[in-house]
Every structure is written in structure tokens, then in C-alpha cells.
T-cell receptor
């Protein structure tokens, strides 16, 4: 089946690290994505990882993938107030002649000053 | 590079009325997507176009929703007649191709409220 689960809410203090977790069920996932959504805005692509990788680092962002457990995490180092937003995990799964994204419900990150 | 454009940004209608949304993807992007995002949920794919052909519309409620992509560029999504449960944000996204790993770039969305 196709299902992506995320925790609803995370609160951290400014300067700390944030870790947002995601689990997915479809073993045919090829790419996994993290998107950020600020209030009233569309989704902004943050980073993505191919399913045969276990880690990807991009400046303050680190993505870890445990394919055996179907677990994905996003770590934000030195979290800033501007990082407050909703973060969506998404998996890309193959269809007949294409691919589609299945999104989780999002994790709301609140960064306290 | 200009991003994905959508209009209107907000729309309020009464149930049983009709509404249309417009999307202009990033120039040169072959693939266009329409998503519905209900409050508190992640986006759900409604329809996917590759150029001006439909790739996937399995989640589109075809009794009331329709979409077209004129000349493989702009797209419109229509709801006729609207129901209360159609209240949501309608997001348009585009990607360069429809290949594995191609990221999707989203517009700001149209927020629809059906009263």
C-alpha cells in the first residue's frame, strides 16, 4: 500500500538541532523528498535522496534513510526561527508509465527564540 | 527563472456553483500536476499531464472535476458543481520531465472556500 506517516508537531529552541521523522510503506519507492511549506505558500523543495543512498548532506540539512525499516529523517542543524514551517515527507513510486508523489500529513516545526 | 504561477489566490463560492483555477508552469517544463490539499493534510494528486496528454487522473472526481492543458503549457482545473468538501488549497506543480527523481516545483496555490 501507499502510506506516509509523520509526527504532527515538533518544538525546538533556536540554535538546537531539529529531527523530523517519516515512515513509508511502499518498498518500490525510488526517491524520497522533503518539502517545506510556510503559511499561505506553496511547497518548497528542500532536498531529496535516492533510495539506494543512506545519507545526504546539504549545508544545514542532513537526510538519513533506513531502507530496511522504511524510515526517513531530516535533521536541521542550528535551527533558526525562519525554519518554522510545516515539513512534508514524500515518496516517489512508479506507476504504469510515470511516477507519482505520495505525501505525509506534515510535521509542524515551531522554533522558540 | 519565474516560478509556477497560479490564479486566483483566493476564491469563495457557494455550493453548487462553478469555479475555475489557472496555472502557468515553469517555462519548458513538460509535466504539470494538480494537487488538492485539505487543511491539516498533505497534498493529494488529482491529475498529471505530460505535455498536453493525461498521464494519471485516477484520483480526479470526474463527475464534477475537469482539467485541461492547452497546447501543453497553461492548464485550467474546473469544479462544477462545487461541494462543501471541495474546500481546500489547489496546488499546481511542474517538473522538467516525467522521469525518475525529477523534482516537482509548486506554485503558491489557490485557496477555495465553499459555503
Amino acid at each position: 500500500g501507499e502510506d506516509v506517516e509523520q509526527s504532527l508537531f515538533l518544538s525546538v529552541r533556536e540554535g538546537d538541532s531539529s529531527v523530523i521523522n517519516c515512515t513509508y510503506t511502499d518498498s518500490s519507492s525510488t526517491y524520497l523528498y522533503w518539502y517545506k511549506q510556510e503559511p499561505g505558500a506553496g511547497l518548497q523543495l528542500l532536498t531529496y535522496i535516492f533510495s539506494n543512498m543512506d545519507m545526504k548532506q546539504d549545508q544545514r540539512l542532513t537526510v538519513l534513510l533506513n531502507k530496511k525499516d522504511k524510515h526517513l529523517s531530516l535533521r536541521i542543524a542550528d535551527t533558526q526561527t525562519g525554519d518554522s514551517a510545516i515539513y512534508f515527507c514524500a515518496e516517489s513510486i512508479p506507476m504504469d508509465s510515470s511516477y507519482k508523489l505520495i505525501f505525509g500529513s506534515g510535521t509542524r516545526l515551531l522554533v522558540r527564540p | 527563472e519565474a516560478g509556477v504561477a497560479q490564479s486566483p489566490r483566493y476564491k469563495i463560492i457557494e455550493k453548487r456553483q462553478s469555479v475555475a483555477f489557472w496555472c502557468n508552469p515553469i517555462s519548458g517544463h513538460a509535466t504539470l500536476y494538480w494537487y488538492q490539499q485539505i487543511l491539516g493534510q498533505g497534498p493529494k494528486l488529482l491529475i498529471q499531464f505530460q505535455n498536453n496528454g493525461v498521464v494519471d487522473d485516477s484520483q480526479l472526481p470526474k463527475d464534477r472535476f475537469s482539467a485541461e492543458r492547452l497546447k501543453g503549457v497553461d492548464s485550467t482545473l474546473k469544479i462544477q458543481p462545487a461541494k462543501l468538501e471541495d474546500s481546500a488549497v489547489y496546488l499546481c506543480a511542474s517538473s522538467p520531465r516525467d522521469g525518475q527523481g525529477e523534482p516537482q516545483y509548486f506554485g503558491p496555490g489557490t485557496r477555495l472556500l465553499v459555503l
